[in-house]
């Protein structure tokens, strides 16, 4: 079965740097796009960043745009997200999912999904 499992999440200063790491196992992902979502405490689910395995074309929202970098390891078969400049405001559970042609911006298109890792950003 598929798996996606995150790790990397903790406590970080406001400015500070985290890379958040997801292991990917349970089939070849070619095809698939790889994204980061975060969720808040009474707060949507929102995205955060998508790359495309085979291509490596990547996608942002402008919340994260400049400040945070996706990319991945074929060979590893890793996804990672490195978060940079960090706010206050990106405290949340950050979420690894695994698309076939999903929208972006829409969680329920993502097929497979870890179980998220916390980010708490202080002030």
């Known amino acids: 079965q598929v798996q996606l499992v995150e790790s990397g999440g903790g406590l970080v200063q406001a400015g500070g740097s985290l890379r958040l790491s997801c292991a990917a196992s349970?089939?070849?992902?070619?095809?698939?796009?790889m994204g980061w979502f975060r969720q808040a405490p009474g707060k949507e689910r929102e995205f955060v960043a998508a790359?495309?395995?085979?291509?490596?074309?990547?996608y942002f929202p402008d919340s994260v745009k400049g400040r945070f970098t996706i990319s991945r390891d074929k060979a590893k078969n890793m996804v990672y997200l490195q978060m940079n400049s960090l706010k206050p405001e990106d405290t949340a559970v950050y979420y690894c999912?695994?698309?076939?042609?999903?929208?972006?911006?829409?969680?329920?298109?993502?097929?497979?999904w870890g179980r998220g890792t916390q980010v708490t950003v202080s002030s």
């Open positions: 999912a695994a698309g076939l042609a999903p929208s972006l911006a829409v969680p329920g298109t993502f097929q497979y």
């Open positions: 349970g089939r070849t992902f070619s095809g698939y796009t």
């Open positions: 790359i495309t395995w085979s291509g490596g074309s990547t």
